[in-house]
């Protein structure tokens, strides 16, 4: 019988401090919470959040260099707007990012591995390359080249999206999965640190450039200068702990049943690898959840968001629409709710660690929805100031919490072997969900005749179908809870050491 977090589970071999023990089974219970929100608040203490958050910084800092500076750069060099939204093309790397990430699971950068270990090392060869990137693009100008500005912007894309890869396997693997409250927090953490970097660090450029004697040069060469904080902390962060062991298992028994056919050692050992890499992954992922599950999973992550997705794509039509101005729409929906997302993201973690990952994931999807409503409401009353800013606050919180509660479960059911690869696919099987479906929802507000409160009270419904599936996969979960893995012995037996 296999059991939800190992290969094989081992009724027989069970670890009685686990098994026997009410306290520890609880601590292993992805459904169970902290026991009250005041112990779910003071694990913040744990020193592995601080730089989950730190490197939170450094994933949401880049969009800052080649997105919202980069845009002001262009206009000011007087680009066309249809050269500027062409020059976004570079942010497909992001897309497109789980297709390396096999590799970045198995291979380990020379030298840096043995001294940093697994993940860090990928992180600092990433952040230098971010760093020579963004010295680039303070010395391509767009009116002179606008292909080195457009290559330098590359690297940092492809850079910047390795890294994303990267920072989320060590969130995981940081994170036992016997402390399933700090997955949560972990979750949170990295969210407030991605918008600290994008809306923070991001407001630096805009203040720079707006004061006498500074040019974009000088000001680019600052923002690469921040990278050397952003470097040190990878330095100072403990080693991830990647179950690298398993790599050579798994190559022992695909060597094995290659064995069985008549071809060279050599062709044998690099078959072998490749499986690893690229098959095992998946392999791993239907064999420890069971297939299905494992497909119930799937279409849970596609389906998730989609709501929220579609109102998001409206939102601003909805709003110039509805009669709001650009500084209304700027103050609140972007100022106030980039804010208001960083500091609920981290109260949104004590909630979901109190009610546990999967009853977390169901209230959040729930709050999701039933904020959608608040947007009806303004369809119905018309462009008032005082009900705009309400109701992003209202979905300021509930997009925290959907989003908290999210990362954690999808880390949650990610291995600590292919952990990238598998994070990787889970992740952008839910951005495919938001960004392909969500396309059509001008189309809707259109086959609607234009009426906005229906549209949102369709976009609150949509979140039914996936909720419906997250309590089938939780029954599925508890009962495969009942025999504790490999994994979860060796975390727990890892962390007492």
Not at 323 to 336: C, E, F, M, R
């Amino acid at each position: 019988m296999y059991g939800v977090w190992g290969r094989r589970s081992f009724s027989s071999r069970k670890d009685p401090a686990i098994t026997t023990d009410p306290t520890r089974r609880r601590e292993h219970d992805p459904d169970a919470g902290a026991r009250s929100f005041w112990e779910s608040a003071r694990e913040y203490m744990d020193r592995r959040l601080l730089f989950v958050f730190l490197f939170g910084v450094a994933s949401g800092y880049p969009w800052v260099l080649i997105s919202s500076a980069m845009t002001l750069r262009l206009a000011q060099a007087d680009l066309s707007r249809s050269a500027i939204g062409v020059f976004g093309i570079v942010t497909a790397a992001y897309a497109i990012n789980f297709l390396w990430a096999p590799f970045v699971d198995r291979l380990l950068i020379p030298g840096l591995g043995r001294l940093l270990g697994p993940r860090r090392d990928w992180m600092l060869v990433m952040q230098t390359l971010l760093a020579l990137g963004t010295v680039g693009l303070a010395f391509a100008d767009p009116r002179m080249s606008l292909t080195l500005l457009s290559v330098c912007a590359l690297v940092v894309a492809f850079s910047s999206a390795t890294q994303d890869v990267v920072i989320d396997a060590y969130r995981i693997e940081i994170i036992p999965r016997h402390e399933p409250a700090k997955i949560s927090h972990a979750a949170a953490m990295a969210t407030a640190g991605w918008w600290t970097g994008f809306g923070l660090l991001g407001s630096i450029p805009f203040f720079l450039i707006d004061r006498e004697g500074w040019d974009w040069q000088r000001v680019y060469l600052v923002l690469a200068g921040l990278w050397i904080p952003l470097m040190l902390a990878v330095l100072l962060a403990p080693r991830s702990r990647q179950r690298r062991e398993k790599f050579a298992e798994a190559e022992a028994r695909y060597e094995a049943a290659l064995g069985q056919i008549e071809n060279p050692s050599a062709w044998k050992r690099m078959t072998a690898w490749f499986a690893v890499t690229l098959v095992e992954p998946l392999r791993e992922f239907l064999v420890r959840v069971g297939p299905k599950l494992a497909w119930s999973v799937l279409v849970f992550v596609f389906l998730f968001k989609i709501g929220e997705a579609f109102l998001g794509r409206m939102s601003v039509v909805f709003y110039e629409e509805i009669g709001y101005t650009p500084t209304q729409i700027a103050t609140y929906s972007k100022l106030i709710g980039g804010a208001a997302t960083v500091g609920f993201s981290v109260l949104a973690s004590v909630v979901n660690a109190r009610f546990g990952l999967i009853r977390g994931l169901l209230l959040g999807g729930l709050a999701m929805a039933a904020s959608n409503l608040m947007y009806t409401w303004i369809a119905w009353t018309g462009p008032v100031e005082w009900l705009y800013g309400v109701t992003v606050i209202v979905d300021s919180f509930t997009s925290a919490f959907s989003t908290v509660a999210f990362v954690a479960f999808i880390s949650y059911l990610t291995s600590h072997t292919f952990t990238a690869t598998q994070y990787a696919l889970l992740a952008s099987l839910g951005n495919f969900g938001r960004t392909t479906m969500s396309g059509f929802s001008g189309f809707m507000v259109d086959a609607l005749g234009g009426n906005w409160g229906l549209f949102f009270i369709i976009t609150a419904l949509m979140v039914t179908p996936s909720l419906l599936l997250l309590i089938y996969v939780r029954r599925q979960l508890r009962i495969k809870q009942r025999d504790w893995d490999d994994d979860a012995a060796a975390d727990a037996a890892e962390t007492a050491a």
